[in-house]
């Protein structure tokens, strides 16, 4: 079983600031990068993806990093507010005959007001 | 919100009970895969169902099954329930494996409770 490793388990930023989720994976024939982000109760919402032939992309206040040789990939929400308060879990997509979505463990992010 | 539907939402059985999941995938979508997320951790990858033939499997035992319908809503099958199979269920929808926008949209879930 193909595994990502994300850290932190759990982050707390006050509002305004950076919160930072990296991941790291062990194999190379991954081709699409996704986050997802979930609220209690919610199921994963995709939040922002990226492919491993650009090495940044950025949608609003979300930003994803990707530095293919070293296998890592990151997470960025600038300026943080309460309502970023949710579950953020990278994935990487597992190109068999399934095409399935290996996640990574999750990180608890709670933005203080 | 995603357009993928799924019931019930929540759901109390008992050991050696058997269940059946629900999930209608968002319009144009024929792809449907399914997730266990237990408590704190991430969705793990069940099965995928493609126009209504299985597409892939996941480290899951042979109780847990699944259908695809030919308006491409799916079913997920667990028997024999055991204390652990307690978690979110999650179903997935997406266009075609491999498409080049393949992105997997979630429903809500269902919360299997096993007593």
């Known amino acids: 079983q193909q595994q990502v490793k994300q850290s932190p388990q759990s982050l707390i930023v006050q509002k305004g600031g950076i919160s930072i989720i990296n991941c790291a994976y062990e194999n190379t024939a991954f081709d699409y990068f996704p986050w997802y982000q979930q609220f209690p109760g919610k199921g994963p919402a995709l939040l922002i993806a990226i492919r491993p032939d650009v090495s940044e992309k950025k949608e609003g206040r979300f930003t994803i990093s990707f530095n293919k040789s070293a296998k890592q990939f990151s997470l960025h929400i600038m300026d943080s507010q309460p309502g970023d308060s949710a579950t953020y879990f990278c994935a990487l997509l597992w190109m068999d005959s399934s095409y399935k979505l290996i996640f990574g463990s999750g990180t608890r992010l709670l933005v203080r007001p | 919100e995603t357009g993928v539907t799924q019931s019930p939402t929540h759901l109390i059985k008992t050991r050696g009970q058997q269940v059946t999941l629900r999930c209608s995938s968002q319009s144009g979508h024929n792809t449907v895969s399914w997730y266990q997320q237990a408590l704190g951790q991430g969705p793990q990858f069940i099965f995928q169902y493609y126009r209504e033939e299985e597409n892939g499997r996941g480290n899951f035992p042979p109780r847990f099954s699944g259908l695809q319908f030919p308006n491409y809503s799916s079913e997920l099958n667990v028997n024999a329930l055991e204390l652990d199979d307690s978690a979110l269920y999650l179903c997935?929808?997406?266009?075609?494996?491999?498409?080049?926008?393949?992105?997997?949209?979630f429903g809500p879930g269902t919360r299997l409770t096993v007593l």
């Open positions: 997935a929808s997406s266009l075609e494996p491999g498409a080049p926008a393949d992105t997997q949209y």
